[in-house]
């Protein structure tokens, strides 16, 4: 293992990594546990076409620790994990990859949950599901909540308005300007309700189909994935993937918020997060704002089991917790991102106590 692999395994407190391989069936997977303080370190299956190895190595120690601080800024008693599975989910994915992947998840024994993330499904969940008890997003006939995409993008549209307000001193989204990028389950649910919230909406995804969709469906304007970067808008929304706001693409951002649904938008946190406060953007710590879909997917774990409207109450709640990380952000004259931090960490610090007294 190369060192700064494990140096940020030190930095950062991590657990556990877990190096999965099943050569018979074409598995290759990370599995990252950052913490269990607040519970079972829980997080999505993500498969994806990495470029190298230590690519997808860190790319789940990172979404992990992410995991970590979304379930405890969230208020949801679960610890951080992630996990990778390297490969084209269009052309590598099959029954037996998955059921594989299901035994390694069980061989941990509920340390580690998984659930529906990035190139997976809950089709996918269900097959694993036959391997593995230690399971988070379930279709609905499983006993889980189904579809989770719709909560998180509300989750992340709340966000949206709560950084609207602290902008320009209004929630209201009508006739603001929207650069979002990523029309997935996430993004495409987020932009019916940016629509309905009377935004005007610029379109980007490298599936031209879903971005044709789009403009039928709704009438956005669309540019090139390589542009979006450059619209002249009120709002950058990043819906795809992470690492997108760094150095390079900084400079080219017009917009006075960002906020989206994308998991460590950031490539270097403390950095970037530096550079957009000295511009004077605003954002929404991105573990905040997308968190509506784990609090869903985790309600069924709360007493009384899965109640929907508890739940969605929870989720709106994200618009109140992004104006909490404002607010210590301003008291202690720090960043967005280190108040969410701050935050995150009060409360398993809290928690962590009452159990050693328990």
Known sequence: MDAPVLDYMRRYKFKKLVLCNDTDVGLRAVI??????????TGGTRMWTYASE??????????ARGMTYKYAAAGVDMGGGKAVIIGDPKKDKSEALLRAFGRMVDQLGGEFQTGEDVGTTLEDMEVIYSETDHLVTLPEHCGGA???APATALGS?????ACAKRAWGSPELKGRRVALQGLGAVGGNALAMLIEHGA??????PDEQKVARAVESYGV???APADIYDQDVDVFAPYALGGIINPETIPRLKAKVVAGSANNIFADEERDAAALDARGIIYAVDYVANSGGTIL????????GLQRARAMANVRRIFERTEEVFAIADRDRISAYLAANRMAEARIEVLDHVRLLG
Do not use: Q
């Not at 230590?54 to 979404?63: F, G, H, S």
């Not at 549209?157 to 308005?161: F, L, M, Q």
């Open 32 to 41: 990252a546990i950052h913490s269990t303080a607040l519970g079972p370190a």
């Open 54 to 63: 230590e690519e997808a190595i860190m790319d789940a120690l990172r979404l």
């Open 146 to 148: 189904g579809d989770i």
């Open 157 to 161: 549209v709340e966000a949206t308005r």
């Open 200 to 205: 005007e909406v610029v379109v980007c995804d």
């Open 221 to 223: 304007s669309s540019v």
């Open 297 to 304: 997917d985790t309600d069924r774990f709360r007493k009384g």
